[in-house]
């Protein structure tokens, strides 16, 4: 499982990459196709392991190294918050969290290192 947790987060970093391309050319980026993509690649490791808590450490994953890894692909902050997110994943995060991205990542970075220890146990 240690391997689905590396692979996942290099998948991340990649579509990170991506997304910040598109963002720097002036595209948009279609979250809801993204969330397909993300969720039947998830749905599928279940499938594998039939483990809630990998599933949940990847859900993490996916909020701590793609979003700073866009951040950052962008020039911006590591622990930058939009002032207009656009996904609804990000807009619930900003209601509760606000503009501090520093805790924001810090919650997410507790809950998956739990999860991830949880997961290898």
Same mark, same amino acid.
């Given at each position: *499982?240690?391997? !689905?947790?590396?692979?996942?987060?290099?998948?991340?970093?990649?579509?990170?990459a $991506?997304?910040?391309? @598109?963002?720097?050319?002036?595209?948009?980026?279609?979250?809801?196709?993204?969330?397909?993509i /993300? !969720?039947?690649?998830v749905?599928?490791t279940?499938?594998? $392991?039939?483990?809630?808590? %990998?599933?949940a450490?990847?859900?993490?994953? @996916?909020? #701590? $190294?793609?979003?700073?890894?866009? +951040?950052? $692909? @962008?020039?911006?902050?590591?622990? /930058?918050i +939009?002032?207009?997110p656009a +996904?609804?994943?990000?807009?619930?995060?900003?209601?509760?969290?606000?503009?501090n991205?520093?805790? *924001?990542?810090?919650? /997410?970075?507790?809950?998956?290192t739990? %999860?991830?220890?949880?997961? #290898?146990?």
């Open positions: *499982m240690i391997l !689905t947790l590396i692979l996942f987060t290099l998948l991340n970093l990649i579509l990170a $991506f997304d910040a391309s @598109r963002i720097k050319k002036g595209k948009t980026i279609n979250h809801f196709i993204n969330a397909v /993300y !969720t039947a690649l749905a599928g279940y499938f594998l $392991f039939h483990n809630w808590f %990998l599933i450490a990847l859900l993490f994953n @996916r909020l #701590l $190294f793609f979003n700073i890894g866009l +951040s950052l $692909f @962008r020039g911006l902050p590591a622990f /930058y +939009s002032p207009k +996904s609804v994943i990000d807009k619930i995060a900003k209601s509760i969290f606000g503009k991205g520093w805790l *924001m990542y810090l919650v /997410y970075a507790v809950i998956f739990g %999860l991830t220890i949880k997961t #290898l146990l």
